[in-house]
């Protein structure tokens, strides 16, 4: 019984060990598939190619393209191929039709054949049929299969021409470019009169030609277009169609760039003058094809610098003086720039000063009195106690002037001390008013550049302890017979000053 017992154990270890190694695959299966789903999904797209086999057919024919579909990631893929355009004049099959759906392992390749034919009457021409591939991943990817449709028409031989296109790719629209077609007829058909077509959404890359291309010959067609300035910078197709008897026998496509010219806009300035007004106008030019916003500056002097209006700013820098605008324009798009350059406010400057001079020598004073006092005795505590005062009259012009009259008041805090101490011109006249002392001096005659003092002294009634204010002394003159007068400063002293 012993023996049974640890065989049933044995047993159940076993079981349990066989458990444990499932669970343990199960999860290592789950990470694998996690892994490889995160990695399909952040791989680059599958890479799709097209090579074409017949593309060039007849309404009756069909035209065909292998697609080579080649899954780049870790994981199986299922990737299905259709067209919209399937029933809009055209009918698209995979060949076999089970290729419709493809299912590839890893690092796998897959060509599949498409076959187009035209199910309803269309104009000959470039047809581009829209090939969509989807994958089981997301991915979406959409390839065109383009078909030349040729109309039907006898001849003993299918033209056949061999076309190589020599002409830059990329396109300076300001510059002429140059283009060169070599043509080989291939077979012994005769193509004479063979018209030649350019094509594009360009309207300067319209061009026909007539060339005789004998059986078997080969041929140099070259010829030079003038390019828009203002073409839109991108990416365009050329299309070369070539035609006998109204009939295409073939058509050949080239991709070419227009490039982005964003040159500095052109600016031409012109100027008319009239009673010291210069007016400018200055027309700016944008010469590029693309939309350009810039600043604009006219080069001025100096002196027009600080008179120019009508302008955005006025710049100074190292290289000189400038009028300034900030404008946009659209490409060959031109803007007008009226502006001012007034040399009159010099003038009125000039003027101004002028009358302002005349003004001022016409307004002058011929004559001109000072005052001035001096403190010259001091009672208690530094009170003002005697002062003398000296009026200082000066004629400015060179003729003498005649009968003046100069008065002064002293005020009624102080009296005028009379006697020797009166100065060499003794006063006409000392007159007490209600305010304080009134005191003239007639001056028959003061020669021209003259100047002449008159002095007297003055006793505070009581001592000033303050600041005492004398007032402004005036003198009477007549000017060009009307009468006039002048005023002298007045005088403050006390208070520490």
Known sequence: MRWIYVLQQSAGKKRFGSIFVLMLLFILLSFSLSSLRVLAESSPLSPVSVLSVVNQIKPSEVASF????????????????????????????????????????PGKSYTVLMKIRAVEELPPGVYAILLSVDSDLGEKQTVPLKVYLSPEYAVDYLPSIHTVIDMDEKINP?????????????????????????????????????????????????????????????????????????????VVEKKVAVETIASPFVVDVAYDTFLLKKFGLATITNKGNVLNEQKVRVPVSFWEYLVAGGVESRVRDTGGFYLEWTRSLA???????????????????????????????????????????????????????????????????NKPLKNLVVHDEVPAIAHVERGADMGTLKPDEIKHLGGGTRISWHISELDGEEERLITYKVRAKLDILGELDLPRAGVEYKKKGLASKSYSNGVRLGGGK
């Open 66 to 105: 292998k697609v080579t579909i080649t899954n780049p990631v870790t994981v199986v893929q299922r990737y299905t191929l259709y067209s919209l355009q399937v029933g809009q004049g055209w009918d698209i099959e995979a060949s076999p039709i089970h290729d419709k759906i493809v299912e590839l392992e």
């Open 174 to 250: 300001q510059k002429p470019l140059s283009v060169k077609l070599f043509l080989e007829n291939k077979n012994p058909l005769n193509l004479t009169g063979l018209t030649v077509k350019v094509t594009s959404d360009m309207s300067e890359f319209q061009k026909e030609f007539k060339v005789d291309l004998p059986p078997l010959e080969k041929k140099t067609l070259e010829f030079t277009i003038i390019p828009s300035e203002i073409q839109q910078p991108k990416e365009y197709t050329l299309f070369f169609v070539f035609e006998k008897e109204g009939q295409v026998v073939k």
């Open 331 to 397: 490409p060959h798009e031109s803007l007008a720039l009226p502006f001012v350059i007034n040399y009159r406010i010099y003038l009125y400057f000039v003027l101004f000063v002028v009358l302002f001079v005349v003004f001022y020598v016409s307004v002058q004073s011929p004559v001109v009195i000072k005052k001035r006092a001096l403190v010259t005795q001091v009672g208690e505590e530094g009170a003002l106690s005697e002062i003398k005062v000296t009026l200082d009259i000066v004629n400015r012009k």
